[in-house]
């Protein structure tokens, strides 16, 4: 079993900056692929950034590219997601997602982005609001 913990939402301006953080403990040695959803109101849970972290190969939708920036640490099993010039189309609950994958980061890359059905591990969500 793998327990996900995220932290770091707020509420804040349009433009703004925050840090999210999501620590992983438990079974974590076999989780090699990691991503940050979210969900805003009335809308479908999307994945927002993604990692194959053994390949250290990331992914980004682009409404976030040049925005947000995915980081791991391996010694602390954290994820991070730097999120820079926030936009109110940001605001939602951001979950962290884990789980395990083989093969190329070629292959990963044309399977990207994942769908809520391809993580088994999953965090409470941390709120981001973007106010204008």
């Known amino acids: 079993q793998v327990q996900l913990v995220e932290s770091g939402g707020a509420s804040v301006q349009a433009g703004g900056s925050l840090s999210l953080s999501c620590a992983a403990s438990g079974s974590t040695y076999k989780n090699n692929y990691m991503a940050w959803f979210r969900q805003a109101p009335g809308a479908e849970r999307e994945a927002v950034a993604t990692i194959y972290i053994g390949a250290n190969t990331k992914y980004y939708i682009d409404s976030v590219k040049g925005r947000f920036v995915l980081s791991h640490d391996d010694a602390k099993d954290t994820l991070y997601l730097h999120m820079n010039d926030l936009k109110p189309q940001d605001t939602g609950m951001y979950y962290c997602?884990?789980?395990?994958?083989?093969?190329?980061?070629?292959?990963?890359?044309?399977?990207?982005?994942?769908?809520?059905?391809?993580?088994?591990?999953w965090g409470q969500g941390t709120q981001v609001t973007v106010s204008s």
């Open positions: 997602a884990a789980d395990a994958v083989t093969g190329s980061r070629f292959d990963w890359l044309n399977r990207q982005p994942p769908k809520v059905r391809d993580f088994t591990y």
